[in-house]
Nanobody
């Protein structure tokens, strides 16, 4: 079992930055690949970024490539999403999610554990 809690969301002006954090419980964080997802009102949830269990591999959705950076600190059981050059269309609830390394990593496949989400609002 992995429990996830996101933090760092808030209200920011367009062009600004936020850093989201996701703290994981348990002693086997390094056995899980992680992902950040978002869901805007009236839209389906979409993956934003993903990172392998070691942090050596990353994936970004085209809409955030070059603006967002995913990273992780396995010693702190935490994954981060640095968001720069934010746009109003980035407004959404952001969720972190985990999947065991035996199921792979990346945008495809099933994530088994989810945090409650944190709201990000970008004003124009």
């Amino acid at each position: 079992q992995v429990q996830l809690v996101e933090s760092g969301g808030g209200l920011v002006q367009a062009g600004g930055s936020l850093r989201l954090s996701c703290a994981a419980s348990g002693r086997t964080f390094s056995s899980y690949a992680m992902g950040w997802f978002r869901q805007a009102p009236g839209k389906e949830r979409e993956i934003v970024a993903a990172i392998s269990s070691s942090g050596a591999n990353t994936y970004y959705a085209d809409s955030v490539k070059g603006r967002f950076t995913i990273s992780r600190d396995n010693a702190k059981n935490t994954v981060y999403l640095q968001m720069n050059s934010l746009k109003p269309e980035d407004t959404a609830v952001y969720y972190c999610a985990a999947r065991h390394i035996s199921t792979g990593w990346g945008p495809d496949g099933k994530y088994d554990y989810w945090g409650p989400g944190t709201q990000v609002t970008v004003s124009s």
